[in-house]
């Protein structure tokens, strides 16, 4: 089944920094482009980054620029998150997925393209509280 698992959430003070991780199943994510996902409590879930298969593309939601950043080391087969300046509108459950209709490019945009993306995993919790 190809299924991802997200790790590395927890509970942090606003201004902390985390550090997710992604990791599949049982395929390889080489050739896709992979996504990060925010579900806040209550509401839908966001796209908040992605990076193309070579990782030599970014892509990044407003909210996050600058304080996020996509990574991707293809020989471990892995996908991070690392999470600066966290603020206490980033707490949810965090999503990685892969992209199955770019070719291993990024949509031009994360907003409404959830559908884009495939083999979802159970996600991973973020807290942030002082």
């Known amino acids: 089944q190809m299924q991802l698992r997200e790790s590395g959430g927890g509970l942090v003070q606003p201004g902390g920094s985390l550090r997710l991780s992604c990791a599949p199943s049982?395929?390889?994510?080489?050739?896709?482009?992979m996504g990060w996902f925010h579900q806040a409590p209550g509401k839908e879930r966001e796209g908040v980054a992605c990076?193309?298969?070579?990782?030599?593309?970014?892509l990044y939601e407003d909210s996050v620029k600058g304080r996020f950043t996509i990574s991707r080391d293809n020989a471990r087969n892995t996908v991070y998150l690392q999470m600066d300046s966290l603020k206490p509108e980033d707490a949810g459950s965090y999503f990685c997925?892969?992209?199955?209709?770019?070719?291993?490019?990024?949509?031009?945009?994360?907003?409404?393209?959830?559908?884009?993306?495939?083999?979802w995993g159970q996600g991973t919790q973020v807290s942030v509280s002082a």
């Open positions: 997925a892969a992209d199955w209709y770019h070719g291993g490019d990024c949509p031009s945009t994360l907003v409404g393209r959830g559908s884009d993306f495939g083999s």
């Open positions: 990076i193309s298969s070579t990782g030599t593309k970014t």
């Open positions: 049982q395929f390889s994510l080489e050739a896709y482009a």
